[in-house]
């Protein structure tokens, strides 16, 4: 499976943001989608996935109430909407993918292919 990231950019806070992650190769929609994010001196953290079928989404807490991953299986596609923009958003978003579902295993799923990363840079 490649994944190919897209629509960061830079923001001014309280803005917003759509990134895209297109699949291609393998089974999209035997995928649970990940996003997550990696700012400068940090370590990579996770901000949402979905499952399979888009029966179920978890978030983290920081982008919770803020940012809704949703999917389009046909067009083998993940979206990370992200609203109410914050400077501390600011990071390389990664999207990936992950052959367990996460409908029942949740957070733990584990990852098997990661896209490049796309920049969201958001200015005070």
């Known amino acids: 499976v490649q994944l190919q990231a897209s629509g960061g950019g830079l923001v001014q806070a309280g803005g917003s943001l759509r990134l895209s992650c297109a699949a291609s190769?393998?089974?999209?929609?035997?995928?649970?989608m990940g996003w997550f994010r990696q700012a400068p001196g940090k370590e990579r953290e996770f901000v949402a996935v979905i499952s399979w079928s888009a029966d179920s989404t978890y978030y983290a807490d920081s982008v919770k109430g803020r940012f809704t991953i949703s999917r389009d299986n046909a067009k083998n596609t993940v979206y990370l909407q992200m609203n109410s923009l914050k400077p501390e958003d600011t990071a390389a978003y990664y999207c990936a993918a992950s052959r367990m579902d996460s409908l029942i295993y949740g957070r733990r799923v584990k990852y098997d292919y990661w896209g490049q990363g796309t920049l969201v840079t958001v200015s005070s």
């Open positions: 190769g393998g089974t999209f929609s035997r995928n649970s």
